[in-house]
């Protein structure tokens, strides 16, 4: 590419360090690079920071994640961060186990449906362990789930499944579930609450992490700055937005996998990244979370449940210490489209519905409710994480980082340590600052 005069360059702003995009993994990045002393602006589409983490202040000034919010065990990185930044970490309220129903039906604890799932799951656990990687692999979750006896099991499987990683099972390899099993430290560890991966929340909110990081950065963070293209000149990186240019020396991309066919590269990427984009998307998720004066059912049956009506979901208490009550209410996978073409009032009353059969008609009126439909976000474009479709050979966390000359990469999916979570993304911005602050000293 022919390079611009130099008085168009001293025309276009300047930064050391350009980062795409305002989630954990690109504020971290940012804010490494500003404890080093190196000038950074931070290119964000939407009108917010904080990526896949949002969160909002109820009707009774509770705050509520309609994002990512879990932190788990051995989240240090999250937790190291909230204490600095002055956030308060509390524990998740849980039962031993979830309940398990279908309509007003209760799922036995020991009856054969359980025992058959966790049989199931037990089988997976192994696999996930002692599995070779494949060159290939083309047999889906659905087509698995086709094999296992019991229409109840079946149903539990599926609901775990895509609650775990909001992929159409269609679209998601037995290998690609066995690989993000080990990468997330196993089962056992990925669906418990209390000691696992949903160990802890925060009262502010998650959402109010990602505020306190943009806040630190001030007018370097640029809002409705979505980038269009990034073009690597000789002089550095030009990176074009709706709302002009900004040159830098180098760049940190941190969108997920599937969105990088939103932006131009010329030159063109390494195959390596195009086919990471190609061969992945986002998972859909629907989120709500139901306020109330209290946690009302902490008398009954305890705010833990899968439910196995169409459309499958999953419930947590998430309510803070000292109230109000939180119920938090997933509805993972493609059967989130469901309730994507219904009103406000008949979306919550489908959502709430099947669990007030179990916890009373006073769940069907909260004091405040909060929802957001991950998948509809343009600049998301889902939830939680990139998946790999079958038959790929990239998309397996984690992904690619190498840097492409003077563009450099992370996001959760980059992460070697916790991929897939807001860990994750925190691990990966650090690991990219490091990575440009070694080249800037090469320079």
Not at 69 to 86: F, K, M, N, P, Y
Not at 403 to 425: K, L, N, Q, S, V
Request: charged share 25%; glycine share 12%.
């Amino acid at each position: 590419m022919q390079q611009q005069p130099a008085q168009e360059h001293d025309a276009i702003p300047r930064t050391t360090v350009a980062v795409v995009g305002a989630g954990f993994a690109g504020l971290r990045a940012a804010r490494e690079l500003r404890r080093h002393g190196v000038e950074v602006i931070v290119l964000e589409a939407a009108d917010r920071p904080g990526g896949r983490a949002m969160s909002e202040t109820t009707a009774l000034g509770s705050r509520v994640d309609l994002g990512g919010q879990w932190i788990g065990h051995d989240h240090h990185r999250v937790t190291s961060l909230a204490a600095e930044l002055g956030l308060t970490k509390f524990p998740m309220h849980t039962g031993r186990l979830p309940v398990i129903v279908e309509g007003a039906r209760r799922i036995t604890v020991g009856g054969p449906a359980m025992l058959g799932a966790v049989a199931a799951l037990v089988a997976l656990e192994a696999l996930s362990r002692t599995a070779l990687p494949r060159k290939r692999n083309d047999v889906t979750v659905s087509e698995w789930l086709r094999h296992v006896p019991g229409r109840t099991i079946r149903r539990l499987l599926e609901v775990i499944a895509t609650t775990s990683w909001t992929a159409d099972l269609d679209r998601f390899s037995v290998d690609a579930m066995a690989r993000m099993i080990r990468s997330q430290g196993g089962l056992r560890t990925m669906l418990s609450t209390r000691g696992g991966a949903q160990d802890s929340l925060l009262v502010e909110g998650m959402g109010s992490l990602a505020d306190a990081l943009a806040a630190e950065l001030g007018d370097r963070v640029r809002l409705g700055h979505g980038v269009e293209s990034i073009v690597a000149d000789g002089d550095g990186v030009l990176l074009r937005t709706a709302r002009g240019e900004i040159r830098a020396e180098k760049a940190i991309v941190t969108v997920p996998p599937p969105m990088l066919e939103r932006i131009d590269f010329d030159p063109a990427l390494p195959a390596a990244h195009t086919d990471l984009a190609r061969n992945t998307y986002m998972g859909s998720v629907y989120k709500a979370i139901a306020v109330y004066d209290r946690p009302f059912w902490r008398t009954g049956p305890g705010g833990e449940f899968l439910v196995l009506d169409t459309p499958g979901r999953a419930a947590f208490d998430t309510t803070p210490p000292g109230g109000p009550g939180h119920l938090c209410i997933l509805v993972p996978g493609p059967e989130a489209h469901r309730l994507d073409d219904l009103d406000d009032r008949a979306r919550r009353d489908a959502v709430l519905r099947p669990l007030a059969l179990h916890l009373g008609p006073e769940l069907l009126e909260p004091v405040s409710w909060h929802e957001k439909s991950w998948h509809r976000d343009e600049f998301v474009g889902g939830g939680y994480f990139a998946v790999p479709l079958p038959g790929t050979t990239v998309g397996f966390p984690p992904v690619t980082a190498e840097p492409t000359g003077d563009i450099h990469w992370a996001g959760t999916e980059t992460a070697g340590d916790h991929p897939g979570y807001i860990e994750g993304a925190l691990e990966s911005g650090t690991r990219a600052a490091a990575e440009v602050l070694r080249a800037l000293s090469r320079q």
